[in-house]
């Protein structure tokens, strides 16, 4: 009975073994593979034409600009234009009362040929005295005195012709004309106002075609307009090859183009910057003298540059980089040099070539020199 049930137990252990055994090509054929491919979205690098540029605050100033003030006081005559005209270089503005600078004339006239008179008499007292003295006459003492008396008539007479070059001249200045041609603001006065001498403003004049835009750089983006213009060996006073445009309070940007004809010789030592100065066609009075406006200097011609989204850009420690998958499907790291934004992508330098498959998803899921499995997102246009 012992041996038995020995062979029985030692039977039943065969038999499940053998069917574990069976059992298990079964099993694994159901289970998943070991280990997957992690997936990651990839998009291919492109390249696009690029006109580096740079963005300031700048403000619009008249090419000139001229305050008017009387030169002399009296009464205004006349006002011979409307506010906010357009007026050309000799035009009268103002006019003052005459009559008391045509008086001043007739007075001066007067003056002088009473003046001429009484050197006449002199030049007779003179030849006079010189005749009785060289007689013996006349002590020399009277000759020197007829010399003063005359010396001195001939002197009045001129500070008199003096006096009517002055006169003449403060009766031009009655007429008020434009030194300048340009736009008239409005006019702090009207005909009967008196004007005094303490040099009130009348109105003013500022050119308005064409026109200044004036902005600040410091001198590390000085250094970087120079060089994305390829212009930092030639530090001149301009910028040879940019272009300036105006975007206007509305975002819109201004019609016409300008070009920088000056920066200043020297820096601002409070704010460490440089004025630059850009001139820029104004025909339709857009621009005004003071206003505000969005200055971008951008290069005249174009040049190629590889674009990335900018989701795809990491930072580290070490500076910007991004994970691209290489020919074997593995994971490296490439140190990038950026360029400037455009929308939502970034211009890169260096560290990228047309064709590279750069991650945008997936980037914390793998590590360089991992194999993935790249899935490609074709990019936007």
């Given at each position: 009975m012992h041996k038995h049930a020995r062979h029985s137990s030692v039977t039943a252990t065969y038999s499940i073994f053998l069917v574990a055994i069976s059992l298990v090509p079964e099993a694994r054929a159901n289970d998943p593979p070991i280990n997957p491919l992690p997936s990651v979205s990839v998009v291919r690098v492109i390249m696009?034409?690029?006109?580096?540029?740079?963005?300031?605050s700048g403000r619009v100033e008249a090419k000139d600009s001229v305050q008017l003030r009387a030169r002399v006081v009296g009464f205004l005559k006349q006002k011979h234009f409307t506010d906010g005209q357009d007026v050309k270089t000799?035009?009268?503005?103002?006019?003052?009362?005459?009559r008391p600078y045509e008086a001043a004339i007739d007075q001066a006239n007067g003056a002088i040929e009473s003046g001429k008179s009484t050197l006449a008499l002199a030049d007779i007292e003179m030849k006079r005295q010189g005749a009785l003295v060289s007689k013996g006459a006349a002590p020399q003492s009277q000759l020197d005195v007829a010399l003063a008396n005359q010396r001195e008539a001939r002197g009045n007479l001129t500070r008199l012709q003096a006096d009517l070059v002055i006169a003449k001249l403060n009766l031009g200045y009655t007429q008020i004309r434009a030194p300048i041609g340009g736009r008239i603001g409005r006019s702090q006065y009207s005909a009967g106002n008196y004007?005094?001498?303490?040099?009130?403003?009348?109105?003013?004049?500022?050119?308005?075609?064409?026109?200044?835009?004036?902005?600040?750089?410091?001198?590390?983006?000085?250094?970087?307009?120079?060089?994305?213009?390829?212009?930092?060996?030639?530090?001149?006073?301009?910028?040879?090859?940019?272009?300036?445009?105006?975007?206007?309070?509305?975002?819109?940007?201004?019609?016409?183009?300008?070009?920088?004809?000056?920066?200043?010789?020297?820096?601002?030592?409070?704010?460490?910057t440089v004025a630059v100065r850009a001139v820029f066609p104004n025909p339709n009075n857009i621009l005004s003298n003071g206003q505000l406006v969005s200055v971008i200097v951008e290069k005249a011609s174009t040049e190629t540059a590889v674009f990335v989204p900018q989701s795809a850009?990491?930072?580290?420690?070490?500076?910007?980089?991004?994970?691209?998958?290489?020919?074997?499907?593995?994971?490296?790291?490439?140190?990038?040099?950026?360029?400037?934004?455009?929308?939502?992508?970034?211009?890169?330098?260096?560290?990228?070539?047309q064709g590279d498959r750069i991650v945008?998803?997936?980037?914390?899921?793998?590590?360089?020199?991992?194999?993935?499995?790249?899935?490609?997102?074709?990019?936007?246009?």
């Open positions: 696009r034409e690029l006109k580096p540029a740079i963005a300031f000799g035009d009268v503005l103002f006019t003052m009362e005459e004007i005094g001498s303490s040099g009130e403003v009348l109105a003013s004049i500022v050119t308005q075609d064409p026109i200044y835009v004036t902005f600040s750089v410091s001198q590390r983006e000085l250094i970087a307009v120079r060089e994305s213009l390829d212009n930092a060996g030639r530090l001149g006073t301009k910028f040879d090859d940019a272009v300036v445009h105006v975007r206007l309070a509305n975002g819109k940007h201004y019609g016409y183009v300008g070009k920088v004809d000056l920066v200043d010789v020297s820096t601002n030592q409070g704010t460490d850009i990491q930072i580290d420690q070490s500076g910007p980089y991004a994970l691209v998958v290489n020919k074997e499907n593995k994971i490296e790291v490439r140190r990038l040099e950026p360029g400037p934004m455009v929308g939502a992508e970034l211009s890169v330098t260096k560290g990228l070539a945008t998803e997936g980037i914390q899921k793998v590590r360089p020199g991992q194999l993935v499995e790249p899935i490609e997102i074709k990019p936007a246009l």
